[in-house]
């Protein structure tokens, strides 16, 4: 089992991936027999350039796309800077980590209640203020432009940098750079960006490139707070696959074709931006030119957080006040009467316990393959070489680009809307995550302790199962909730391997969210939220619960 | 009791780092092997305790009492090895640690519990069973990694200079500690350093490694 | 237990009328006779038998709760009548269910299918039942089939399609229009009239996007109005859509830019419509049921001064079906959760308004005086249009008219 731990490991992503794609390049270029289509031929792309709003939706994709990528990295690295202090660096982590929980639609949802022109905000203002005793005729959600779109991927995606930023500083030691910089007499803005960042930046490549390519492609918060006449690009692929006209099929493939043409070409753009931005900062440190005090900048990012955590908490309360709303009328800014109905309803429990199975079977399965594959890494003293860099992939390749090729697939060994076929879909997801949080405590694991426990006769298995696994209980369990918190934000996955048979709460709150019992969906949005802050808080009690008596393990 | 290695030699890649070392360690005696870092002191150790790191490459013999334990995985050599760290685990209690050294052959509750209170009498640190490791002294935790050593019955003994991270006045006393008790129990030792204070307190042969350039 | 309703309407008993009844019983001994036919009622019982302990996944559409609330109840039923466990799987748009049949058949599932009954109408049924993707013909397999008014309601027909007994009819739909009658005082009576209305109220209306079939209907309620022909909407669409379809554009491009964000963005659907209505973001929504009112105003999601409207040359309507998909893994059991859709009882209490409202597609005359006594007339709500101001329903045009307008709105206004 151990020596074929990395070979499951990558076939469990890779095979999903891999014949997905197949089966979407294919139809693409007109081959799918059982749907007529015989020949090659580039009719998918003629019929997919002639669809209406096209050329809208492909702007409106890449324009949201890099101003999320752009603006999250830039906000996520003034935050870093300014809070160059240990204590400030805590509140904010502290201030952040929720919204780093929450899983996307969730939270996109909660904005949408705050937002909105029938929103939080607007009923808290009005009428004493705005004057307004109707809502106004306003798009601040689903706006033409896509802006709420992107502040609710910027509102995800800065905690997440954010937090990437600070472990690369941790991991480096890049802040003693910075030290060195300062006594120099360069200010920290400065040298931020000539000293620490080009430090970080190895680590920092792929949450940036993960980053880009899930604003790019992603559909549940584009169906939540985007446009629809065009809707993005990935919308748009979603429903031709959805089409009743079964010819839709093939420009649909062809669509989701491009749009990870689009996705590679961000990500190309991003190391082309990465080698210029590198010869700026070469030749401007050169220059020996101080400065970068900054505390205008200081001052604007602090306020930029605080920003970010009122939108990110009142995103959820408003999420919790119409969960529990009877009448709740504009411009009232509380319910009118209050009704737990919602959290009665016997909707919520079906998808909740998926939501639940579903996140528990795919974490354990790849907690166990991650562990395998690392317990094998130690046994041997050899590190997988380049062939790790495709645990990166689920990431970076666009999940409609390959998730109805796999659900063909899944539909051909008739698995598909099975628990095989959800998990396995989780896990394509889940895997990376849990693999990426694993491997570095695993690996920083003294391998004397297990040489000393072979010298008094400890088998390998009695040494795994008393000594690794016990010691790696914190990286295992912290693993396990954040692919726990990543199985239970899956929308498109569910969707497309459930069969429409299993709703989990992330299909549930979308769907509820175009349409349905606003206050059903703001129950299963707050669910939503609160499972993976429970796996979270479970994983930090857990073991200090159990290593209560044991110091040591604190210093881990 | 009795350990032998024969025509050692101990390669990473195309580089050779140990040629045709063989040595013999009677019964009871302490053999000293010298050498400054990098000369494959610990991979000779390694070697003999069946944990080569990745990428080296080794032939030659380990012989346990004359049998050849070469191709044995190294929980059954009964090898036993104490690194310059103490390596108790961290998530088990002091009594915890010396019950996992402990040989199995000794059974029953009372028993085992019997044996790791004379283990900590002999170490002097009598009645410390239930503390945690993390609250003892850096010599209390040496002298409890020697007895969960000593408590897996183990037929020779490895010594990657256990002494190095104590201070001076410390180093003496449990290096005498660890040679007494080694003798005591007629276990072949292999000591590894690069002190020759612990050469001489070893009072056995002494192996000088050379750097290979040295060697050619 | 799910609470009994008490039905309030059977205070007033029909009239004892001997005529009536011999009409009646003529009608029960031909529907007994065929139903007494040897071979079809040991097909009806062994359908039955095979049903029994099975699991159905009725793919429905799920934006409504009161629908899901009604299907949930159907499940109830089954599950104690013939042990059948009903799986509601719940669709944001048919068309999903409808690709998910398409990519067993590409994958070359021809049986195990995942989708056993599925609710649907016009385009989704001709683009399945053209492509041979529809178990049947199976209407008049099942015993209530016999009950079905197939004359004065369009139950045979879908889209004026004919429905060969590929479909299985459950409810009847009917558009209508609600208003909070405490800012529109007067509802306009025609789609030109809605038209100028919203001109003279800005952003006040808005209509689900044409892609959900509620916006579709929109715009196939204003083509019918404007239409220069009506009756050639009965056919197919061809070269004639320019000219039919002329008068709709010219009215829709005058409306778009007073309606809910000029016209650029559109509600999802049904749901979407009546949340803004609520928020008071608009004042007067389409609807496809005509106790939508009745029911949002009992659950609170819309204020108690909403009311129903209808233009005066009536409105469309049409008929929801059920149909089997070809590869369906529980065929038997699908068909008898059809047939239950088709009783008296289930007929009965979808059309009570303070549940789903729903007209039923049964012939009353046909049933006994027990079960018809289950749909005698509702007490006056003020909410509630009574069916003589609904009136007769307009037929739906020929799906191809829905496709086309579809398109052809993306193509003018979405792009």
Redesign the interface.
Known sequence: MIPLAPVLLLAAMLVPIGAGLAATVLPAFGW?P??GGHAPSLQPWRDLLAS??L??AVALTIGTGLAATTASFAVALALAVAARRPAMARVVTALLAPLLATPHAAMAIGLGFLIA??GWLARLLSPWLTGW???P?L?TV???WGIALTVGLCLKEIPYLLLAILAALAQADAMAARRVAAALGYGPWRAWALVVLPRIWPQMRLPVMAVLAFSLSVVDVALILG????PTLAVMVL?L??????AR?FPACAGALLLAGIVAAGLGLLLLIERVAARIGTAASRTGRRGGTGSAADAASMCAAILLALLGAGALAVLALWSFA??W??PDVLPA?W?AAAWQA??LRGPLLATIGIGLAATILALLLAALCLEREQR???RPGRSLALLYLPLLVPQIAFLSGF??ML??A?L??GALALVWSHLVFVLPYVFLSLADPWRAL?P?????????????A??LL??TL??M?RPLLAAGAVGFAVSAGLYLPTLFAG???V?TLAT?AV?LS?????R?GAASALLQAMLPLLAYAAAILLPAWT?R?????A?? | MTLALEAVTLSVGPRTLLRNVSLAVPSGEVVTVMGPSGVGKSSLLAFASGALAGGMTATGRVLIDGRDVTREPPHRRGIGILFQDDLLFPHMSVAGNLLFGLHPSLRGRTARRAAISAALAEAELPGLEHRDPATLSGGQRARVALMRVLLSRPRALLLDEPFGRLDAALRDRFRGFVLAAARARNLPTLLVTHDPEDARAAAGPVIELAPPAARV | MPRRRPFYRCREPLEWDPRMTLARRTVLATAAASLAFPARAADWTSIEQAARGKPVFWNAWAGDDRTNAFIAWVGEQVRASHAIDVHHVRLRDTSEAVARVVAEKAAGRTEGGSVDLVWINGPNFLSMKEQGLLFGPVLDTLPNAALVERVTKPTVVDFTVPTEGFEIPWRMARVVFIADGARVKQPPRSMAALGAWATANPGRLAHPHPRNFLGATFLKQALVELAPDRAALASPAGENFTVMTAPLWAWYTTLRPALWRRGTNFPEGGAALRALLNDGEIDIMISFNPAEAVSAIASGTLPPTVRTFMPDGGTIGNCSFNAIAFNAANREAAMVLANFLLSPVAQARAADPEILGSPTVLALDRLPQADRARFAAARPIPALLTDAELGPALPEPHPTWMTRLTAEWERRFAA
């Open positions: 799918l059982a749907l209406p709003g050329g809208r022109p029938s005793s109707t809502p005729d798009a689903q706006d033409p446009p629809s006449a065009p429903r696959f959805a089409d009743a006209d079964l099929w009877g009448a009328r504009f009467r009704s016997p909707m041997t003293g050899t659900q063909q539909v051909r008739n598909d809307g003294d004397r302790l297990a040489r000393a426990a072979a010298g008094l006769g400890a088998s390998p009695r040494v008393r000594i016990p010691l209980l069969a429409g048979r709703a549930e769907t175009s349409g349905g019992d606003r059903i290593a008596h044991r110091r040591g393990m210093l881990q």
